[in-house]
T-cell receptor
Framework: NAGVTQTPKFQVLKTGQSMTLQCAQDMNHNSMYWYRQDPGMGLRLIYYSASEGTTDKGEVPNGYNVSRLNKREFSLRLESAAPSQTSVYFC????????????FGPGTRLTVT | KNEVEQSPQNLTAQEGEFITINCSYSVGISALHWLQQHPGGGIVSLFMLSSGKKKHGRLIATINIQEKHSSLHITASHPRDSAVYICAVDNTDKLIFGTGTRLQVFP
């Protein structure tokens, strides 16, 4: 099993450009999450999907949209990138919401200039 | 004030030393997670616990629900233990993360 995969690993965008970060898991997990990690701050939840067909906002959703394409895939879209969105983005999954450990992808390092 | 506080922020140790990292939280939780982030950036789950104590190899995690406090201990530390250790609490099925403790173990 590959676990949780993310593409791309690195990306540089100019302000105003758009892009989609891809995440896929092969563990048949129901719940998936997008986090961002910034220096000096803990991981913060952007959006999550408790199950296929549902998505909900997390702590910092502004400037982002998500799509739960199917049970395996959960994508994060930046419609008009801003320098404040420079961060490392992690996707994670769990069998279901609640008392389960989270499995993380390798991360995407995004720089917006 | 952050809902999840870790201490210390940075920790250096000599190989073989006993390490303790602390985590305090101020919200109700259903579980507490300890995660390890390697220098390359990958994050792995070490423990998930809701009471008592868990042990895996040289790692031990404890939690005191009444005091809202957890500790992660590393016995006989090794340079390969160098990483950032992150505490996270499960609050209404979403995780709230601490800022991490950076541990460096020198030979």
């Amino acid at each position: 099993n590959a676990g949780v995969t993310q593409t791309p690993k690195f990306q540089v965008l100019k302000t105003g450009q758009s892009m989609t970060l891809q995440c896929a898991q092969d563990m048949n997990h129901n719940s998936m999450y997008w986090y961002r990690q910034d220096p000096g701050m803990g991981l913060r939840l952007i959006y999550y999907s408790a199950s296929e067909g549902t998505t909900d906002k997390g702590e910092v959703p502004n400037g982002y949209n998500v799509s739960r394409l199917n049970k395996r895939e959960f994508s994060l879209r930046l419609e008009s990138a801003a320098p404040s969105q420079t961060s490392v983005y992690f996707c994670a999954s769990t069998p279901a919401s609640g008392f389960y450990e989270q499995y993380f992808g390798p991360g995407t390092r995004l720089t917006v200039t | 004030k952050n809902e999840v506080e870790q201490s210390p922020q940075n920790l250096t140790a000599q190989e073989g030393e006993f390490i303790t990292i602390n985590c305090s939280y101020s919200v109700g939780i259903s579980a507490l997670h300890w995660l390890q982030q390697h220098p390359g950036g990958g994050i792995v789950s070490l423990f998930m616990l809701s009471s008592g104590k868990k042990k895996h190899g040289r790692l031990i995690a404890t939690i005191n629900i009444q005091e809202k406090h957890s500790s992660l201990h590393i016995t006989a530390s090794h340079p390969r233990d160098s990483a950032v250790y992150i505490c996270a609490v499960d609050n209404t099925d979403k995780l709230i993360f601490g800022t991490g403790t950076r541990l460096q173990v020198f030979p």
